[in-house]
């Protein structure tokens, strides 16, 4: 059973524009959601993260907004870049699961001059 | 610091082999953890370990099994290789005091079964 469902598969932007990743979790028990990023040949690295008691996290370009109502959370990237080009994950997990990931599938993101 | 290293990065088996991958995580990180990642299924969660004892384990058949040593590097084994165990496995290793999920991967050992 998928508990974790990311949308778009696939993403193109322009650059300059906003890019958004979608994600929905179905365990409520779920209490940590982490981005992660990977380049082609490379592991993921983490991007941002946020917890569900925060509606929103912001890191540089980076935001995160959350709807715990939803179940519902996703990323935006602002002033998009060529660089950002990769494949996004979301993912959750439980605190006291250890490290325990559960994963999106992935949003691969071009981001085009 | 360097970073999470694995061994090796590429290797190609044939059907009913078996496999040992290793990883060595971050300098003082203790846990260390396996992921597999294939097109299809994406990135699915094998097992985790810290201080030498599993500590969480995936949906995975017991042909993948995996072991940690007292210097926190660790190794994970496929039994009797199929086709479909064709993928990258990650490994990931996160600091004590870290959040739950706060993972640092390394590139990846890329399995072909033939």
């Known amino acids: 059973q998928q508990q974790v469902k990311q949308s778009p598969q696939s993403l193109i932007v322009q650059k300059g524009g906003i890019s958004i990743i979608n994600c929905a979790y179905e365990n409520t028990a779920f209490d940590y959601f982490p981005w992660y990023q990977q380049f082609p040949g490379k592991g993921p690295a983490l991007l941002i993260a946020i917890r569900p008691d925060v509606s929103e996290k912001k890191e540089g370009r980076f935001t995160i907004s959350f709807n715990k109502s939803a179940k519902q959370f996703s990323l935006h990237i602002m002033d998009s870049q060529p660089g950002d080009s990769a494949t996004y994950f979301c993912?959750?997990?439980?605190?006291?699961?250890?490290?325990?990931?559960?994963f999106g599938t992935g949003t691969q993101l071009k981001v085009e001059l | 610091k360097a970073g999470v290293t694995q061994t090796p990065r590429y290797l190609i088996k044939t059907r009913g082999q078996q496999v040992t991958l290793s990883c060595s995580p971050i300098?003082?990180?203790?846990?260390v953890s396996w992921y597999q990642q294939t097109p299809g299924q994406g990135l699915q969660f094998l097992f985790e370990y810290f201080s030498e004892t599993q500590r969480n384990k995936g949906n995975f058949p017991g042909r993948f099994s995996g072991r940690q040593f007292s210097n926190s590097r660790s190794e994970m084994n496929v039994s009797t290789l199929e086709l479909g165990d064709s993928a990258l496995y990650l490994c990931a290793s996160s600091p004590e005091d870290s959040r739950p999920g706060e993972l640092f991967f390394g590139e990846g050992s890329r399995l072909t079964v033939l």
């Open positions: 993912a959750a997990s439980i605190t006291g699961g250890g490290n325990k990931l559960t």
């Open positions: 300098s003082g990180h203790r846990s």
